[in-house]
């Protein structure tokens, strides 16, 4: 039995859209194409379409995606892997829940409650050494003063915006507009508003802003949050707010 791009599309939640892009790229060919050219997908198709979810879920960009679904060619032990990452997500996702229901419980009876207790499961310092070696102290000092200000509905909102301009990026791209493009620097204006959030509403300036360009493109840890779908999505991302520094507009 094998199934249409529509419906596997209805069946996934996966845009036939991307579908399609992941055909492009040789990440998910389908079974077979139809005499009237349509693609069909069969049970092979879907079990490799779970992994790429997966593996996107954990961050990963589609060239490692498709690196790691090639080199591993049994599909049984290939999950049981990811199973276990999943695993491990979920531990660190548990021992977030239990440090905001005890910050909840502490602030509903008045009694007192550890730092550490607080930020079980959270890592907001482990870009601190990045952030001191080229913008200094200060900054991450501020920075981390920020974000141990909000609360766990604005820690989530923060990240949430990230989220959406990872896709925002992506669909700038899968649109093939140019990083220069009216679109493309709307969103890098809204990047520059995130980033400056990040730094506790300040206007990021010009050489911070082409500091952390780079780094999106340089660094694989940050060039990962924009590869998800595109090989070269952290440098059109590099690009767009270069552009945006150099027109002025920061």
């Given at each position: ?5 529509q419906?596997?599309?209805?069946r ?5 859209r991307?579908?399609r ?24 198709e ?10 996107r ?6 060239p490692?995606?498709r690196?790691?679904l090639?080199?591993?060619q049994?599909?049984a ?12 997500e979920?531990?660190?996702?548990q021992d ?7 910050t909840?419980?502490?602030?509903s ?11 079980q499961?959270?890592d ?17 000092k ?11 509905g604005?820690?989530?909102?923060f ?33 520059a ?36 779908e595109f090989?070269g ?9 270069v ?8």
């Amino acid at each position: 039995m094998d199934w249409t791009i529509q419906e596997v599309a209805r069946r996934t939640g996966v845009t036939s859209r991307t579908l399609r892009h992941y055909h492009a790229v040789g990440l998910l060919p389908p079974a077979r194409l139809a005499g009237n050219g349509h693609r069909r997908y069969g049970r092979g198709e879907l079990v490799r379409l779970q992994r790429i979810l997966l593996l996107r879920g954990l961050g990963l960009g589609l060239p490692r995606i498709r690196s790691i679904l090639d080199g591993q060619q049994d599909d049984a032990a290939a999950l049981a892997e990811h199973l276990e990452l999943l695993n491990t997500e979920r531990r660190r996702l548990q021992d977030q829940i239990r440090a905001v229901r005890a910050t909840l419980d502490a602030l509903s009876t008045g009694k007192d409650i550890m730092a550490e207790e607080m930020f079980q499961g959270f890592d907001h310092t482990r870009y601190r050494g990045e952030v001191v070696e080229r913008w200094g102290e200060q900054a991450y000092k501020e920075s981390d003063r920020w974000w141990r200000s909000l609360d766990a509905g604005q820690k989530e909102g923060f990240h949430a915006e990230h989220a959406a301009l990872q896709d925002a990026w992506d669909d700038l791209q899968r649109r093939g507009l140019p990083p220069n493009s009216a679109d493309s620097q709307d969103v890098a204006a809204r990047h520059a508003q995130w980033i400056g959030a990040g730094i506790g509403g300040r206007r990021p300036g010009p050489q911070m802003l082409l500091g952390l360009a780079e780094m999106y493109a340089a660094d694989e840890r940050f060039a990962a949050n924009y590869t998800r779908e595109f090989e070269g999505g952290a440098r059109y991302v590099r690009d767009a707010l270069v552009y945006r520094v150099r027109a002025g507009q920061d």
